[in-house]
């Protein structure tokens, strides 16, 4: 098993709806959770971080379910602009390297 | 957050040739990360440079083949030696945000290096 798996893609959504990513990650000692996005030809950027009690940054939502270990994110009223490749990441102690998922690519279409 | 650059920002060699890739980073920082990233794939970490110490590789890394140098809190080189089509890769420095609480990690904007 991969220590973070993400929903397979791609998701081809309109603008305006409401999307939904899931990751997982196995090593239950995992301290820190990340959404990071990617545009093409671009290096990953920080989109949020996932606190336990869960965080909203206007039209993002992350949340985290340790019980379960896994993090959401959920967009709503997508934009075009929010299509790339969504990648969640997962580190143990600070300091310390982050494991990333392979990623789920969101296409936002007019 | 820290501003990040790397040198060069992409590159065409010829295979058995060795390229330097530079990270220079804004602020001090205690750690570094030299990341891989192949086509269509996500972000394999390939070693943790420390200033003062030898770097850290992971698994299916070595230092003969990728050599690391951290000399200063700032600064960092990966170098690809006797390179291979199979090299052909974006290579991407990361650190952690010394001014925050936070383990948030930023990248550099990578170093796109294709091999002939």
């Known amino acids: 098993r991969k220590e973070v798996e993400q929903d397979p893609g791609p998701f081809n959504v309109p603008e305006g709806a409401t999307v939904a990513f899931n990751c997982t990650y196995s090593?239950?000692?995992?301290?820190?959770f990340f959404w990071y996005r990617q545009d093409c030809r671009k290096e990953p950027k920080l989109l949020m971080s996932v606190y336990s009690s869960g965080n909203e940054d206007g039209r993002f939502t992350a949340q985290l379910n340790r019980a379960s270990q896994y993090i959401s994110l959920l967009i709503r009223d997508s934009k075009l602009s929010d299509s790339a490749t969504y990648l969640c990441?997962?580190?143990?102690?600070?300091?310390?390297?982050?494991?990333f998922g392979p990623g789920t690519r969101l296409s936002v279409l007019p | 957050s820290a501003v990040i650059s790397q040198k060069p920002s992409r590159d065409i060699c010829q295979r058995g040739t060795s390229l330097t890739i530079q990270c220079q980073v804004d602020?001090?920082?205690?750690?570094m990360f030299w990341y891989r990233q192949q086509p269509g794939q996500s972000l394999t970490l390939i070693a943790t440079a420390n200033q003062g110490s030898e770097a850290t590789y992971e698994s299916g890394f070595v230092i003969d083949k990728f050599p690391i140098s951290r000399p200063n809190l700032t600064f960092s080189t990966l170098t690809v030696s006797n390179m291979s089509p199979e090299d052909s890769s974006i290579y991407l420095c990361?650190?952690?945000?010394?001014?925050?609480?936070?383990?948030?990690?930023?990248f550099g904007p990578g170093t796109r290096l294709t091999v002939t």
């Open positions: 990441a997962v580190n143990v102690l600070r300091g310390q390297n982050f494991v």
């Open positions: 602020s001090q920082v205690t750690m």
């Open positions: 090593n239950s000692a995992s301290q820190s």
């Open positions: 990361s650190v952690e945000d010394p001014g925050r609480s936070s383990y948030e990690q930023y």
